[in-house]
């Protein structure tokens, strides 16, 4: 029996000491929530962890920027729907401004509505000024489209088609042969009709349309309707696309959705607890602790049995 180590009690210690840093990591564990709190819990497990968590923050920004898309594609359709209306009703003037009966005061008067009109696009469209826009930016004056990024990797980018339709742009919106049926004008292959032209006054109207159109008279009603009907075609395909570029993107942000869903789950099975394991781990440490405490109690007493040997 051997006073001066008490081997025993130095035993118990050990084991009552690794019972108390499992119970205070158990702890741990249940108090954060996290399986893996630290590098040292599980260094492999925490790369993947830290992976996922950057594509799944990434996928939360990416939806966000396809919702900031569509909203801006539906404010760019509103527009669109005016601009649209403007062309209907100067359509409807131009006709008006064709026929035989009226006067030029009378064409005169349907002239200041008409240029109205153009104006009107003109402001929505044109300028840093315009009044088409969203977050400040212009909706019409960009001739790149719109490009943003609807993944969580590099690369996985959304380019959407141009919607350029400020006073100087060039897009060739039509040059199908027209034969006016008392032979006036043709618009045919060798002749191109701009988007510009549509807005631009009548003042500076030349034989290719590109200058302008105007219905100051009987001639040019005739001309501005060949032109106005290729206008009209010009928006609608523009918010065609537009729409079906809206579509996709709902499609993308549901499946951005889901897969940030399913990269969350996956994550959580790497790096959050089971709590009920867990639970189950803390009590039998608990457990182990106090039972450890109890018999390093007893491991201390032992030596004391040696005053009866000498008593």
């Known amino acids: 029996m051997q006073v001066y180590n008490n081997v025993p009690a130095f035993g118990v210690w050990v084991n009552y000491s690794a019972s108390v840093q499992n119970m205070r990591d158990s702890m741990g564990k249940l108090s954060s ?82 240029e109205n009109m153009q104006a009107e696009i003109i402001r929505i469209t044109t300028g840093s000024l315009a009044r088409g826009k969203f977050n400040t930016a212009n909706l019409f004056q960009d001739n790149a489209g719109l490009i943003t990024q ?9 380019c959407g088609a141009s919607l ?54 009987q001639d040019a009603a005739m001309k501005s309707i060949a032109v106005l009907k290729l206008a009209i075609d010009h928006v609608s395909n523009k918010r065609a696309v537009l729409g079906a570029e809206a579509s996709r993107l709902n499609h993308s942000l549901e499946g951005v959705r889901t897969y940030q869903e399913n990269m969350m789950g996956a994550e959580s099975q790497i790096r959050d607890v089971d709590m009920a394991l867990e639970s189950t781990k803390f009590m039998k440490y608990q457990i182990l602790t106090q039972v450890g405490t109890a018999m390093l109690a007893q491991a201390n007493a032992l030596p004391q049995s040696v005053m009866q040997l000498i008593g």
């Open 164 to 217: 350029s339709l400020h006073r100087a742009s060039n897009a060739e919106i039509g040059s199908a042969p027209i034969a006016f049926s008392c032979g006036q004008f043709t618009i045919g292959p060798s002749v191109t009709v701009t988007w510009g032209s549509v807005l631009n006054g009548g003042t500076n109207a030349t034989g290719t349309f590109n200058g302008g159109i105007s219905i100051e008279t």
């Open 33 to 114: 929530g996290l399986r893996i709190k630290t590098a040292a819990d599980d260094p492999a497990g925490l790369a993947i962890s830290e992976r996922m968590r950057s594509q799944i923050r990434n996928s939360g920004m990416a939806a966000q920027n396809i919702q900031n898309s569509i909203a801006f594609m539906r404010t760019a359709d509103s527009w669109m729907q005016k601009i649209h209306d403007m062309l209907h009703r100067m359509n409807e003037l131009a006709v008006s401004s064709n026929d035989g009966t009226k006067t030029q005061v009378d064409r005169a008067n349907l002239q200041v509505e008409f």
């Open 150 to 158: 609807v993944g969580a990797d590099p690369g996985q980018l959304f």
